[in-house]
């Protein structure tokens, strides 16, 4: 039996503790981050925007959301201009994100994309797909997890704002705005990125032309 095991039920009770200095400690990495990239203009950074509490690779991504969880890197709100200047982030994802935004706010966000990426830099972008949800209805699937990628936090009775979907658009209408705006050779790719439901969610990619 090993150590932890055996003192196990004396530790349990101070288990909050653990989670606390962790997320201090979390929360301290992130504020250190954010001021070193900030030093260099952000120069070269990549983005993961609304990473929240379940951020994508944290070693090579800066992770934004506009609350500050200890995970958080960089706190801004993105429907209003990121406090970002043009053309020195390199890489974007964004996963679940783009659903908790009303579609004035999404066409902000993808033109925010723009202009921050460099040249050359290709953004993901992962989000419900309304057709395969559509589908889901037609085939009589399971309700629950249909509501939840229709409507967000959909249980509970307390659920924020910020926590709701509002908006969402088909893989090709995602590719076609993303065209519009200026990026080329948008396309949907495998959703191969390990988290969320692949049969309900989508994931296409562009890239800034050179
Ligand atoms: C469903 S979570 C997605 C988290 C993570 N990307 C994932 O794939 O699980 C959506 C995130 O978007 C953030 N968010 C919603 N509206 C936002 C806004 N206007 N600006 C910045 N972040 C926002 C929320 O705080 C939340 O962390």
New binding site residues.
């Given amino acids: 039996m090993k150590l932890i095991d055996k003192y196990y039920r004396y530790i349990r009770p101070f288990r909050f503790l653990y989670g606390g200095v962790k997320d201090t400690v979390s929360h301290a990495q992130s504020s250190k981050r954010a001021e070193e990239w900030k030093a260099k203009g952000y120069q070269g950074a990549k983005l993961d925007v609304?990473?929240?509490?379940?951020p994508f690779n944290r070693n090579e991504f800066l992770n934004v959301?506009?609350?500050d969880f200890p995970q958080v890197d960089l706190v801004f709100?993105?429907?209003k201009r990121f406090p970002i200047p043009d053309k020195v982030i390199v890489e974007i994802i964004s996963?679940?994100?783009l659903e908790?935004?009303r579609a004035p706010h999404v066409d902000h966000v993808l033109h925010e994309f723009y202009r921050v990426m460099a040249p050359g830099s290709r953004v993901r972008i992962s989000t419900p797909d309304i057709e395969a949800i559509a589908q889901g209805v037609i085939d009589g699937d399971d309700l629950g997890i249909l509501n939840q990628h229709l409507f967000g936090k959909f249980k509970s009775d307390d659920t924020e704002d910020?926590d709701l979907h509002k908006s969402m658009f088909p893989a090709e209408t995602m590719c076609q705005m993303l065209e519009d705006i200026g990026f080329e050779n948008a396309k949907r790719i495998p959703m191969d990125i390990g988290?969320?439901d692949a049969n309900y969610n989508y994931l296409v990619e562009a890239y800034k032309p050179v």
């Fill in positions: 609304c990473g929240g509490r379940n959301d506009v609350v709100d993105v429907t996963l679940a994100t908790h935004l910020l988290m969320h």
